[in-house]
């Protein structure tokens, strides 16, 4: 299907591009967001293309892979502290994911790396099972935290330290948790990290 009212050069090279990934795609003047009815491409004629990772040319044309999808979801199905975190570099292990789109969530460093610039939302969920002591856990970008979450009620044996956030990330940001109070020697079976692209910038 031929794009609709791409003037000049800008129409030629975006039919190339569609016919090359199967699209169906309708694209008005600048300043109009495009339609994708369906395939893998999409191609903006736009006078001022964005550098988030994007393929761009010398007309203005935008190339984004619907592959750009990011999420993931990490769960912690065991209850006994992995030998490798011995409570030295504090960051929180998960042993299990439940979702990785795009993989950009490292399972055995448990630290999600983004690969674009954008808005993303996170949250979190640690148990800790048996102990009497109170927990902080934080939300680390970049070795910074940014936010925190407590549980120290000392009469249950299992509580929760939740929180969650919008954040603003830039390409290869790492987030993670951090357990900046406390220990967890206890186990933290069923806790969850979790996150995802709300949209690129």
């Keep these: 299907m031929v794009p609709a009212r791409c003037p000049g050069p800008c129409a030629i090279l975006a039919l190339v591009l569609l016919l090359g990934c199967g699209v169906a795609f309708c694209l008005g003047q600048n300043d109009t967001e495009p339609i994708v009815l369906e395939g893998k491409c999409l191609v903006v004629c736009d006078s001022n293309p964005s550098s988030d990772g994007a393929v761009t040319s010398s007309l203005?044309?935008?190339v984004r892979s619907a592959g750009?999808?990011?999420?993931f979801s990490a769960v912690r199905g065991t209850n006994h502290e992995p030998s490798e975190m011995s409570n030295t570099s504090m960051t929180?292990?998960?042993d299990q994911v439940?979702?990785?789109i795009g993989n950009h969530f490292d399972l055995k460093a448990s630290v999600f790396q983004a690969p674009r610039r954008g808005i993303y939302s996170f949250s979190f969920h640690v148990v800790k099972?048996?102990?009497r002591?109170?927990?902080q856990v934080n939300l680390m970008q970049n070795d910074y935290p940014v936010i925190s979450a407590f549980a120290g009620d000392q009469d249950v044996t299992r509580e929760a330290a939740s929180n969650g956030v919008l954040l603003m990330?830039?390409?290869e940001d790492r987030v993670y948790l951090k357990l900046e109070r406390g220990t967890l020697m206890g186990g933290w079976k069923y806790s969850t990290f979790s996150g995802f692209l709300v949209f690129p910038l």
Excluded: D, H, M, P
Excluded at 68 to 71: E, G, I, L, Q, T
């Design 60 to 62: 203005g044309i935008s």
């Design 68 to 71: 750009a999808k990011v999420a």
């Design 92 to 94: 929180i292990y998960f």
């Design 98 to 100: 439940l979702v990785n």
């Design 129 to 131: 099972v048996y102990n």
């Design 133 to 135: 002591q109170t927990i």
């Design 169 to 171: 990330v830039e390409r």
